[in-house]
């Protein structure tokens, strides 16, 4: 039996490829905002201007990024195997940018008193990672 085999009988893990330009330019300190123009498929940006819009207090606009970030993510999740449900490892670093796109719109959904938007993004998240919805939150 492999080491990462789910004994539990559920989908396998799903690990989105890495895409390391995004990240790389983003950490150099390129705004996020030229990061998405050359780059916007990639979750990580978009979350990153929703982090950025909700903690300078522009709520909406952090929602409608992580929104993009989010569906981003779907996008290439479902590329990579993922059939709606199953664990989205927040260890593998690539898969990061979707789990923190999914924490940032449920963030503002709730700031926008979206209750069962905030509910079902929490909900999917500790699903999807239980050590990203603890780091996260």
Request: with cysteine; aromatic share 8%; hydrophobic share 35%.
């Amino acid at each position: 039996m492999g080491i990462h085999e789910n004994l539990l009988g559920g989908p396998p893990p799903t690990q989105l490829p890495d895409d390391p330009e995004p990240r790389e330019l983003l950490a150099s300190g390129t705004a996020p905002a030229d990061v998405a123009a050359k780059y916007p498929a990639s979750s990580l940006v978009w979350a990153q201007l929703a982090d950025d819009a909700f903690e300078a207090g522009r709520v909406v606009e952090s929602y409608a990024y992580a929104r993009t970030g989010y569906h981003r993510g779907l996008d290439a999740l479902r590329r990579n195997g993922w059939k709606g449900h199953g664990p989205v490892p927040w260890e593998h670093e690539p898969n990061r940018g979707f789990l923190r796109a999914l924490h940032a719109l449920g963030r503002a959904a709730q700031a926008i008193g979206e209750d069962e938007e905030h509910e079902r993004c929490a909900s999917f998240l500790r699903e999807s990672s239980p050590t990203a919805a603890d780091t996260l939150t």
